[in-house]
């Protein structure tokens, strides 16, 4: 699997990808050893667990895709202390407009693509601009625009489907047309899986090498002493709320060429998944702390997890359950061990503190003498 | 003294670095004023807060209420009659007068049915005995400033308090709402209540007070009824200090005018004049909130100007946000670096390397150059940590402020601002502080330095420029500086 593949040179010093790392091996092993277990129950011998098939690992990056392009761009607004928690009607949106422009209004489709992903980055800017200008909670803010995306998007479309016939096939074009595994079972790799590794990579970049990515992480941290170190807040999360609808415009895209239908229900719900994988993936919410690999890498955790839970044919219900679960259980480990970290510097300082006071109670007193 | 309210015997208080109170013996009687005195720090909030019960006493000391021992936090003190008006208003501004009062005691009937004919009459039997002019049903948001202390101290009537504490109950009042307050204060305290009076105003403190217990460095230096001592000879107790706390440093030629403010104006300060040289430390001394802190926001562009000039190097500058000053070689150490400067669960290195990323031309760099400038910072300014990927919230204050120092350093600054350079850091620390803001000097750089630490602005300074209420209202050259002239300034006292 890739995400066990990942080098720890990558890692760094930091800690909570490590974690993620950590619970996400010991997850596909658990998953491997309960198939192999069940083959040798219901079979009487041991047979190759399909979780870690190339075609399923190949499943869960198409599953993963346009959730994950959306975390990229989740994961810079979180780690610049905001949320945005209108992603998922948004999708809806950009998916029922180009379905609407393509198939009812006549818009040629290259068109249609960067309408859509222009409004996208416009609707995002303008919640940025209120958010950044004044400086009111993105929480609530967002939550209104999802509200007020999701009444544009069922006007669109007059709240009923908008069926295509494949004209956005070109994202599926699979990349190793005529592979096959050992078992002879044909393998995909469509090109919106390839969008989501770019996508990735750039974001990886950005935040890590430019100095924009620095700064992000400086509003993150601490908003008011990044102002006063020289760094402009306000455009800096105006910008991350852009990048975001850029995110969000392509995942629309990917999505709607996925189901080849405008709905509602396209990106219903998706923001929680989004909000979700960028978490796991060891970004705080109050920002300043996280990074593009771990996100991936949580992205991919929480892919795994659904696929695993299908494969396993466990009932819907308990998926929801189990999930739910494993964002408490991850995140407050994450919560834990900070919590001792931080006791364990204030014990250092506070020793500190107890030995200068000390040496200057015995000047005092040698000086008194 | 047997029929003493409240007596403090043997108190001290430590906290890390620095010991706050140092075995403190006061007393206070029934129906007396009795105003603390001390500069910036001398230990008076500390003892306030320990009688209020908001701190505990080290051990070894003792607290007699009544004459009986006991141990304070904020609610045996409140139900022993202790109650403290702080310089913030406590109130809440969307209630009644009655409202406020009662809030969270309120008067109720057997049924648990709120009783306001009774709390109402009480208030009004309280505002009336004060003299007040407004109704116990007006709304205390719309009351003016002077009103709203009245408020506190008649709730303190209303439950029959024995002690009430304020903390400089004047600070923001006008001439005549102060005569008010000092009338009423008079008058409870005649009435039998014991009122502990903390004011950084002389005049103030010599119009009420009955006796008067001056605090410096922690120790109590002495008390003795106010009408045995003169203005001057209180001055000269409150400072006054052991000569070991003095730092000695060399001096240079001040160079060339770098920043020149005319009559600057804006966030709550007043025609501010003055001109910072190469090579000088221009120390600004005043109390607490006199505005140095908001002339150093404006001058940083960090606060919206409203009038006046500044130039910053001989060209007229007007700043639109702190990116800009940084451009102008302008660097600002505030005061508070875990609030203002840091970035606490951030590596040293990207502390270092954020403020120049204004002056950075490049877009894309590798994460391992920040780390090797950081490393730098570590070795230059001593910074105790292996390398500069260990995080900021793990080092200690003095190693935090010299990340603060190493941030502004990389920005090849030319003009510095220290707003309480050494604010709690230790000694140790603090001598390295020096020492670097000497270097600068040595380098040609101008500093500002912002400082309530008296030792420290006199020590440091070549100037000192003190203010007072948003203005300037004194400027000493290097010779005239003393704790007595700095004191005199900034609470504007008669000359000595």
């Known amino acids: 699997m890739i995400k066990t593949n990942t080098k720890s040179s990558l890692l760094g010093k930091n800690s909570d990808i490590r974690t993620v790392v950590v619970v996400t091996i010991g997850f596909v092993v658990a998953i491997v050893v309960a198939q192999l277990v069940m083959g040798l129950v219901s079979e009487g011998q041991l047979s190759y667990p ?89 929480f609530i803010i967002t939550l209104g625009g999802s509200i007020a995306f999701r009444g544009i998007a069922l006007l669109m479309c007059n709240s009923q489907e908008v069926t295509l016939t494949g004209q956005l096939n070109f994202f599926k074009t699979n990349l190793i047309e005529g592979a096959t595994n050992t078992q002879g079972m044909s393998l995909t790799l469509p090109i919106y899986v390839i969008i989501f590794f770019a996508i990735f990579v750039i974001f990886w970049a950005v935040l890590k090498y430019t100095r924009f990515g620095r700064r992000v992480y400086a509003v993150g941290s601490n908003a008011q002493a990044a102002y006063l170190s020289g760094v402009n807040v306000k455009n800096v999360r105006l910008l991350s709320y852009a990048l975001n609808g850029l995110c969000v415009g392509i995942a629309g895209i990917l999505l709607l060429s996925r189901v080849n239908v405008g709905i509602i229900s396209i990106g219903q719900n998706l923001e929680i998944d989004v909000i979700a994988s960028v978490v796991i993936g060891g970004v705080a919410l109050s920002g300043g702390k996280g990074n593009a ?74 000086t008194s003498q | 003294m047997s029929n003493a309210v409240l007596e403090l015997k043997n108190i001290s208080k430590t906290f890390p670095g620095v010991k706050a109170l140092s075995k403190i013996n006061f007393d206070l009687l029934p129906g007396e004023v009795h105003c603390i005195c001390g500069e910036n720090g001398a230990g008076k909030s500390t003892l306030i807060k320990i009688i209020s019960g908001a701190y505990q006493p080290d051990a070894g000391g003792r607290i007699v209420f009544e004459g009986n021992p006991c141990l304070l936090n904020p609610r045996t003190a409140m139900e022993l009659g202790i109650q403290t008006i702080y310089q913030e208003h406590n109130i809440f501004p969307h209630l009644s007068v009655t409202e406020n009062i009662f809030v969270g005691l309120e008067i109720t009937n057997k049924g648990g049915v709120i009783n306001r004919g009774e709390m109402r009459a009480k208030t009004e039997e309280a505002l009336e005995f004060l003299h007040c002019k407004f109704s116990p049903d007006a709304i205390v948001g719309e009351l003016s400033s002077g009103q709203k202390k009245l408020v506190e101290i008649a709730k303190a009537m209303v439950f029959r308090r024995k002690v009430i504490i304020l903390d400089e109950p004047t600070a923001s009042l006008s001439m005549s709402e102060i005569d008010m307050l000092l ?26 007070a009955d006796r008067i217990t001056v605090l410096r460095d922690g120790h109590k230096i002495l008390t003795c009824d106010a009408k045995d001592i003169d203005e001057p000879t209180l001055v000269r107790n409150m400072v006054g ?83 800009d000053a940084i451009r102008h070689k302008m660097c600002f150490i505030t005061e508070d670096r875990q609030y203002t400067g840091l970035f606490l669960n951030h590596s040293i290195a990207r502390n270092t390397i954020i403020a120049n990323l204004v002056n950075r031309k490049t877009l894309f760099w590798h994460p391992n150059e920040d780390i090797k400038v950081g490393n730098e910072y570590i070795k230059k300014l ?13 080092l200690s204050g003095g190693n935090q402020q010299k990340v603060v120092l190493a941030k502004w350093f990389n920005t090849n600054g030319e003009i510095f601002i220290f707003d309480e350079p050494t604010r ?50 004194g400027e000493l050259s290097r010779h005239d500086i003393s704790e007595e002239s700095i004191l005199q300034y900034s609470i504007g006292g008669s000359k000595i």
């Not at chain 2, 270097?439 to 030792?455: E, G, R, T, Y």
């Open chain 1, 50 to 138: 399909s979780f870690i098939s190339s075609v399923n690992i190949l499943n869960i990056l198409m599953q993963t895709a346009g959730v994950g392009i959306m975390a990229m761009g989740m994961c810079t607004i979180m780690l610049s202390g905001d949320i945005d928690l209108s992603v998922g009607m948004l999708v809806s949106l950009v998916a029922i407009f180009i379905a609407k422009g393509i198939r009812d209004w006549g818009i040629p489709l290259p068109t249609a693509l960067i309408l859509a992903i222009l409004i996208a980055v416009g609707l995002e800017s303008l919640m940025g601009l209120v958010i950044s200008r004044f400086k009111v909670e993105s």
């Open chain 2, 382 to 394: 001593n910074i105790k940590a292996n390398d500069s990927s260990v995080l900021v919230g793990n």
């Open chain 1, 293 to 366: 690999v771990g996100v991936f890498i949580g992205v991919l955790l929480m892919g795994a997890i659904s696929n695993a839970m299908n494969i396993l044919r466990v009932q819907s219900e308990w998926q929801y359950f189990v999930k739910g679960v494993i964002i408490i259980v991850a995140v407050t480990g994450g919560a834990i061990s900070e919590i001792v970290n931080a006791r364990r510097a204030l014990r250092l300082q506070e020793m500190e503190a107890r030995a200068l006071n000390g040496q200057k109670e015995l000047q005092d007193t040698t």
């Open chain 2, 183 to 208: 009338d009423v204060v008079k008058k409870v305290a005649q009435a039998g209540i014991a009122i502990i009076y903390i004011s950084h105003h002389l005049d103030e403190v010599f119009r009420i």
């Open chain 2, 241 to 323: 200090r052991d000569v070991s706390a003095f730092y000695s440093r060399e001096y240079f030629t001040p160079g060339e005018v770098v920043l020149e403010a005319k009559n600057l104006t804006g966030n709550g300060v007043k025609n501010i004049s003055f001109k910072v040289r190469r090579g000088e430390i221009v120390g600004f001394a005043g109390m607490v909130g006199s505005g140095r802190s908001e002339l150093m926001a404006l001058l940083m562009g960090a606060a919206e100007k409203h009038g006046g000039e500044l130039f910053v190097m001989g060209e007229k500058v007007d700043f639109k946000n702190p990116s």
């Open chain 2, 424 to 473: 709690g850091i230790d000694v140790g620390a603090k001598q390295e502080i020096y020492k670097i803001m000497v270097d600068l000097l040595k380098q040609n750089k101008a500093i500002i330095m912002v400082s309530s630490d008296m030792p420290e602005v006199i020590s440091m300074s070549d100037r000192v420029i003190v203010m007072r209420n948003g203005v300037i209202s």
